[in-house]
């Protein structure tokens, strides 16, 4: 896979750690690296080397500071716009990844930065991050998803508290809010996200992609379609080799080796 601009991929055993290196600017996003990042996960998600990725920014103090303030500054309404739908394409491509996304947060994550953070299905934090939408001190809305994903995961009246104040939040409140999963010392941070990938991994493979699939589009329907649809994928679920061998393993009391069929 790649060469991208300004990402470094490592791939082993099936996991994918993309590193967002502009380490100059805090990883900041400019449009090049919006472009590169939406051409590795298309290919993550069809890639038969890649069964789940881990994000982290290049360097020890920074994931994401944002989006590139010097390339965005300046854009007329319709440019903005353009940037906006450009960045929320992106980041709906990485929550819609049929493939685990862990966000292994190294230090400030803001704005498009913690909106990306947010797209990932799951977030592993080292204690030194500092997290925030600091767009409203710069006098501009969010524009990656921020408005929406925020009070999804934290709640409105905590999710208006961090947007409107601006002001960022250490990791052991973000844990306490349930804005992240886990927080670690910063030297355990990769070790730690890839212990959970590997944890994940485990799992039969489809219904990984099948479960991620529910949570996904289920969370955006009212509870009774979300059920049905739910439903849906349990019953395709039955109907792989992974479900056979799965249950059979548990009955014979040994690990199961799933193939993903
Ligand atoms: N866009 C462009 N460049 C950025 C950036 C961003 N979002 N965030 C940091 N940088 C650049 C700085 O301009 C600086 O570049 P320089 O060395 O060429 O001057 C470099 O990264 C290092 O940042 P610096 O501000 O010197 O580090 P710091 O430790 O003093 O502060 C932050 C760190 C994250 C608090 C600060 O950089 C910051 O507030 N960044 C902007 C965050 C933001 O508002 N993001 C939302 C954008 S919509």
Not at 55 to 73: H, L, N, Q
Not at 163 to 184: C, F, H, K, S, Y
Request: hydrophobic letters at 45%; a negative charge.
């Amino acid at each position: 896979m790649g060469p991208y601009a300004n990402l470094l991929v490592d791939c082993a055993d099936g996991l994918a750690v993309l590193t967002v290196n502009r380490p100059d600017k805090l990883n900041a996003l400019n449009g090049e690296t919006l472009d590169a990042l939406a051409e590795f996960f298309a290919e993550a998600g069809t890639s038969g080397d890649v069964s789940a990725v881990i994000v982290t920014g290049a360097g020890e103090k920074s994931f994401i500071a944002g989006a590139d303030i010097e390339e965005v500054s300046g854009f007329t309404p319709l440019e903005g716009r353009q940037w906006g739908l450009r960045g929320q394409a992106l980041l709906h491509q990485i929550e819609s990844l049929e493939k685990p996304v862990i966000a292994a947060i190294n230090g400030f994550v803001l704005g498009g930065g913690l909106e990306l953070a947010m797209a990932c299905h799951v977030r592993v934090t080292s204690s030194n991050a500092r997290l925030g939408q600091p767009e409203l001190k710069l006098g501009i809305v969010p524009g990656f998803g921020g408005t929406q994903r925020l009070p999804r995961i934290v709640g409105k009246g905590l999710a208006l508290e961090l947007l409107l104040t601006g002001d960022p939040i250490d990791a052991q409140r973000a844990l306490e809010i349930g804005l992240v999963n886990r927080v670690v010392e910063p030297e355990c941070l990769m070790a730690e996200a890839k212990r959970l990938a590997a944890r994940i991994l485990r799992n039969g493979p489809l219904a990984i992609s099948l479960t991620l699939q529910a949570v996904n589009r289920g969370m955006e329907m009212p509870l009774a379609e979300a059920l049905e649809w739910e439903v849906a994928q349990y019953a395709l679920s039955c109907a792989t080799e992974d479900v056979k061998e799965g249950t059979r393993a548990f009955l014979e009391k040994r690990p199961p080796r799933f193939r993903g069929r």
